[in-house]
């Protein structure tokens, strides 16, 4: 079945490390997105790409980056720099801008990430 | 500005209950709205999707929606909830033929089921 997964589906970090967190999809999507959710919010944008070799920032990147080597894969790191990792990453897909049903996302399951 | 408001942060019903969550929106192009599920620890499922056409809409796991231009709503329905239905609900909006990039959520509702 086509889908995306997402790994690990929970990780730990101390303070000042970088961890990068998976995302793999297999529904032949040219575009790929990253969200932050924090209880009581709602779903915030990090970084998005729609093409291979091109991303985009989205609303709270500073802190983040990603890569988009492979039209499956687009990776997630968090570096030291995010003062506030703690929170649930969703990896998200869709077909292109401009085709009908562009605005469908389509999830993966998630990754929690704690910093101690 | 666009914002998605989700007024409701919990719910509490009976099952066999009827439920109604509530949604507004105020978005300045053509809205393209969204109607997603949460269950614990898990990705968003698209429940049903509104652009056009009859403003009732029909999605998955008996859920319904109803697009009210006048008042800027897209309240999701069910007639009667099961346990299975206590999960976290989004509302979200988007503008039709744009990228999801744009796509605005709203904080969530919490659903949950009373035996």
């Known amino acids: 079945d086509g889908g995306i997964t997402q790994s690990p589906k929970y990780l730990f970090r101390k303070e000042g490390q970088n961890v990068t967190l998976s995302c793999e999809q297999n529904?032949?999507?040219?575009?790929m997105y990253w969200y932050r959710q924090d209880p009581g919010q709602g779903l915030r944008l990090i970084y998005y790409?729609?093409?291979?070799?091109?991303?985009q920032k989205g609303d709270i990147a500073e802190g983040y980056s990603v890569s988009r080597e492979k039209k499956e894969s687009f990776p997630l790191t968090v570096t030291s720099a995010q003062k506030n990792p703690t929170a649930f990453y969703l990896c998200?897909?869709?077909?292109?801008?401009?085709?009908?049903?562009?605005?469908?996302?389509?999830f993966g399951a998630g990754s929690r990430l704690t910093v101690l | 500005a666009q914002s998605v408001t989700q007024p409701d942060i919990h719910i509490t019903v009976s099952e066999g209950a009827s439920l109604e969550l509530r949604c507004n929106y105020s978005?300045?192009?053509?809205?393209?709205l969204f109607w997603y599920v949460q269950s614990p620890g898990q990705g968003l499922q698209l429940l049903l999707k509104y652009f056009s056409g009859d403003t009732l809409v029909q999605g998955i796991k008996g859920f319904e929606a109803e697009f009210k231009r006048s008042q800027s709503s897209f309240n999701l329905r069910k007639p009667s909830v099961h346990w299975s239905d206590a999960a976290e609900y989004f509302c979200a909006v988007g503008a039709v033929y744009s990228s999801a990039s744009k796509i605005i959520f709203g904080s969530g509702t919490r659903l949950s089921i009373r035996p």
């Open positions: 790409s729609q093409i291979v070799n091109d991303f």
């Open positions: 529904l032949n999507h040219d575009a």
């Open positions: 978005y300045g192009a053509t809205p393209y």
């Open positions: 998200a897909s869709s077909i292109v801008r401009g085709q009908s049903g562009a605005n469908v996302l389509t």
